[in-house]
């Protein structure tokens, strides 16, 4: 498995409800992000969590890293239709002497009205 | 202060022909990333670039594609010889000292 990597590959859930994702990864990382992206379009930053830190919020979204395990989560909770979208994960980490950032696959999300 | 700016946003080229991708980073930005994304497919690294130097180009194909980032204007992907593979969205992000990347919207290329 490469670098980040999503799982389910494809969420389908109806408004109002929890959907989670999760990213696993095999090296040291820095930092771990979640990105969206809307059919079509480029990818939005949604929340960033270091590595020492084991849970971050962000309004409606919660994400978890667990370094043991080299996984993480994305909970969003309440979900809307306008959460229709794919969520890549990306990991930053030393490659090199600088900082590389890796993307997983992504898990493409619908949220059914 | 503009986001990553891309163009074009579309591109249409016949095989053989080459093609210009440009990304203006966000300003203050001196590290660029460009990623290619397939139709259903996650982003796949291709060029890390800071001004004037290119740092990593180990997710890039060794002939026919380039990348620069001048001291001066936009960083530039290039595609000589285009093939309908080469059909893609290609993505550019930036960034500045920390690990937060900003993308642009991407330019979809089309090979015909």
């Known amino acids: 498995s490469q670098q980040g990597e999503e799982d389910p590959q494809a969420l389908s859930i109806q408004e109002g409800e929890n959907a989670t994702m999760n990213c696993s990864y095999k090296t040291s990382i820095n930092n771990l992000q979640w990105y969206r992206q809307n059919s079509g379009r480029g990818l939005v930053h949604l929340i960033l969590i270091r590595s020492n830190e084991r849970e971050k919020h962000s309004g409606r979204l919660r994400v978890t890293l667990d370094t043991s395990k080299k996984s993480s989560s994305l909970l969003i909770t309440a979900s809307r239709a306008a959460d229709t979208a794919s969520y890549f994960c990306?990991?930053?980490?030393?490659?090199?002497?600088?900082?590389?950032?890796?993307f997983g696959t992504g898990t493409k999300l619908q949220v059914i009205p | 202060n503009a986001g990553v700016m891309q163009n074009p946003r579309h591109l249409v080229r016949r095989r053989g022909q080459e093609a210009r991708l440009r990304c203006s980073p966000m300003?203050?930005?001196?590290?660029v990333y460009w990623y290619r994304q397939l139709p259903e497919e996650g982003l796949k690294f291709m060029v890390y670039?800071?001004?004037?130097?290119?740092?990593?180009e180990s997710g890039m194909p060794k002939e026919r594609f380039s990348a620069e980032f001048p001291k001066e204007g936009p960083s530039i992907l290039r595609i000589q010889q285009v093939v309908r593979g080469d059909s893609a969205a290609y993505f550019c992000a930036s960034s500045s000292q920390g690990p937060e990347a900003f993308f642009g919207q991407g330019t979809r290329l089309t090979v015909v």
């Open positions: 670039l800071q001004k004037e130097n290119i740092i990593d």
């Open positions: 990306a990991t930053d980490a030393q490659s090199g002497g600088y900082q590389k950032v890796t």
């Open positions: 300003k203050g930005h001196s590290h």
